[in-house]
Each structure stands twice: as C-alpha cells, then as structure tokens.
C-alpha cells in the first residue's frame, strides 16, 4: 500500500464565508438562497478543493498534492427500468417522513440556483482503495493532526491518550447495511466491519465532550437507523438533537444522481442524512443558526462513504475557549487525515494512499 506521508497536514483552513443574496462563492463552498428576505440557505461542497485547501494552505509549492479529479467524476447517465413484471418487489414504506422532507427541502428549486457546471470527459482510474488495506495497529502525529489505526469498538482503551474533551465530533458509523454484505460476498477485503446499534450505544462519546462539544453523525436513510439514533444513541450519548438534514448528491452536470423516490423510502435515494447535536447540558440557544442551513449538496466521490470534510462550514459555530485559535476536532471511523483532527478508525489511512493524489 501507497500511503502519501508527504502530504504535510496545516491548521489554516481559512473560513471565507461571505453574505451575497442568491447564492455566495467561496473558494470551495457557495451559499444558495431561494429570497433574499428568507435567511434559510443550501451550501454546496466542493469536496475535492475542500481537502486541496485543508493539505495545501502551508505547504510549499513544489511539494503541494491534490486529490484527483477522478476521483469526482460522476457522469450523468440515463438508466433503463426493467419491465414492470421483472422488477423486484419491494416493501413499501409510509410516505409521511420521506416525502415531508422532500417538500420542506425545496430541493428542486435549490437545484436551478446552481451554477453551470463544466462535464469533462470521463479518464479512468484503477480503483486503488480497494486494495487490502493490512497495515496494523499503529499510531502517529505532526504538527496539527493525530491518528490511531484501531478499532473503534476498542475507543475505551484509548481514552488515556486523547484530549478530555473535543470542540466538534464528526462519526461515520459502519451501520449494517445490504451493500456491505453484498461486497463482502464478493471480496471480503471490500466491505468493512459494520457494528450494529447496542455496540455503538457503548461507545464513550459522553467521556469525550464538554457543553459547547457539535456533534456531527451521518446515517443511512433506513428508518430503523434513524430511529435507533434518536431515541438510544443520542440519550446513551448525553447528547441533544439540533438539526437533521440532508446531504443531497450531484453528477458532474449538477443534477440528482438518481431520482428521488418520495412515495417509497425502501427504494435507493440520491442523499443521506446529517444529524447535528450537542451536549444535553449546553445552552438551549447554542449553535441553532446551523438550523438555518436546510441541506446540503455536493459531487461525491466515487470511493463508497467517502464524506466531504464539515470543519469549514461548521466553525463559525463553535465557541472556543477565550485565547483558542484553532477548534480541537476527532472524527471516528475515519479513513483519511485531516488538520485539527484526531482521526480513528480500522482504515484511518486508507485515503492517504499517493495514487489518489496528483502533485503539483
């Protein structure tokens, strides 16, 4: 395996948020508003210039790497339904939830307020991340960034190396799915170890965060998961809702990657969704602008549950300390590096792998 150990991590990730009516372009991230009178807003992600900006703000010219633009080519494509007497039947689920989502998301009229996107030609690229991953249990540090390869389940274990608490949290659990099984049925090394909910409703995430502690969890669209998070995560957690929404996903050409089915939400859907929470004990107006933010819209990558970083867009909610600089941030389940964070997981370096990057 290929990791890229010169990738040198910086604290300066520059916060350029400005306030243009309609929408307002940053570096990597441009804020859509539907009127100017309605302060509630979509973001859309630039996922690949937000890691490009996090690994080369202060790192010399010649020895800048960025992720490459393969890696965010999802090319609009038109699919063939099969006959109706061939499809799969599929249990239905109530509309309520799904569909007053979609509705209250105004997600089509945030889709016309997107810039014209440029579609490049297609080039591809071996899919190195699927590669074994092998390398053991191990842990390292530099400047701004922290990281153990270990196992998540085994957090308790860790606790006497890590900071008493963190200023924001991001958790990518391994949640059980259909897909995941599915890889691992053709290639064991493809799928990763999922964890049901009592194992993760163990985890001592109360042990790791004070009263100003954002808590950000990404979660599948099954209704039992969601459920699971709200009622016995969160409360297990010592944590409280803030807001729950959705991370819509775009082609290249900035359309849906796959129609949004509001009547069926067994069927696949073009988003997953974003909880953000805090500690039970913080301040019950702490951090509700986030709440102005309806969703949030991005080009994914194509490596499966490859997130885009949050750290620039959820800063300017966080109270640090009076003579705080920089906010101290661990993200669980993690599989590349960033600065500020401390990042564990089984595959904590699995997108550090050099063949993903380009230097510049």
């Known amino acids: 395996?290929?990791?890229?150990?010169?990738?040198?991590?910086?604290?300066?990730?520059?916060?350029?948020?400005?306030?243009?009516?309609?929408?307002?372009?940053?570096?990597?991230?441009?804020?859509?508003?539907?009127?100017?009178?309605?302060?509630?807003?979509?973001?859309?992600?630039?996922?690949?210039?937000?890691?490009?900006?996090?690994?080369?703000?202060?790192?010399?010219?010649?020895?800048?790497?960025?992720?490459?633009?393969?890696?965010?080519?999802?090319?609009?494509?038109?699919?063939?339904?099969?006959?109706?007497?061939?499809?799969?039947?599929k249990r239905k689920c109530k509309l309520s939830e799904t569909a007053k989502n979609a509705a209250v998301d105004n997600i089509n009229e945030y889709l016309e307020l997107l810039p014209e996107a440029k579609v490049d030609a297609v080039r591809t690229l071996p899919r190195?991340?699927?590669?074994?991953?092998?390398?053991?249990?191990?842990?390292?540090?530099?400047?701004?960034?922290?990281?153990?390869?270990?196992?998540?389940?085994?957090?308790?274990?860790?606790?006497?190396?890590?900071?008493?608490?963190?200023?924001?949290?991001v958790i990518d659990p391994p949640w059980r799915n259909k897909y995941i099984r599915r890889l691992k049925r053709v290639k064991q090394e493809l799928g990763y170890t999922m964890m049901d909910n009592d194992?993760?409703?163990m985890l001592p995430l109360g042990q790791l965060t004070h009263e100003r502690t954002l808590v950000a969890i990404w979660c599948t669209n099954s209704n039992l998961h969601q459920q699971a998070l709200e009622t016995q995560l969160l409360p297990r957690w010592q944590l409280r809702l803030l807001h729950k929404l959705r991370w819509y996903k775009l082609n290249t050409a900035h359309q849906l990657i796959s129609d949004l089915n509001e009547e069926d939400a067994s069927q696949k859907q073009p988003y997953e969704v974003l909880y953000l929470a805090c500690h039970v004990q913080s301040n019950g107006a702490y951090a509700t602008d986030l709440t102005q933010t309806e969703l949030l819209l991005s080009v994914p990558s194509i490596v499966h549950s490859h997130k885009p970083p949050l750290l620039d867009w959820m800063r300017q909610y966080l109270q640090l300390e009076r003579d705080q600089v920089e906010p101290n941030c661990l993200e669980l389940f993690a599989r590349y590096l960033q600065p500020q964070f401390t990042s564990i997981g089984l595959e904590v370096l699995k997108l550090m792998d050099d063949r993903l990057y380009d230097k510049k």
């Not at 890691?51 to 699919?79: D, R």
């Not at 092998?134 to 957090?155: E, I, K, R």
């Open 1 to 89: 395996m290929h990791l890229c150990i010169n990738v040198t991590l910086t604290a300066n990730i520059i916060d350029n948020t400005l306030s243009i009516h309609r929408y307002v372009k940053t570096v990597n991230m441009q804020k859509l508003q539907l009127s100017k009178q309605n302060e509630k807003h979509a973001l859309l992600l630039d996922h690949r210039q937000l890691i490009n900006k996090a690994y080369g703000s202060a790192v010399p010219n010649s020895e800048t790497y960025e992720l490459k633009s393969q890696l965010f080519q999802f090319q609009p494509k038109t699919s063939q339904q099969p006959p109706q007497n061939q499809r799969k039947r």
């Open 128 to 169: 190195y991340w699927e590669d074994e991953y092998g390398l053991p249990q191990l842990h390292g540090s530099n400047t701004t960034a922290c990281f153990y390869n270990h196992n998540v389940d085994q957090l308790r274990a860790l606790l006497p190396q890590l900071r008493p608490s963190y200023d924001l949290i």
């Open 199 to 201: 194992q993760l409703a």
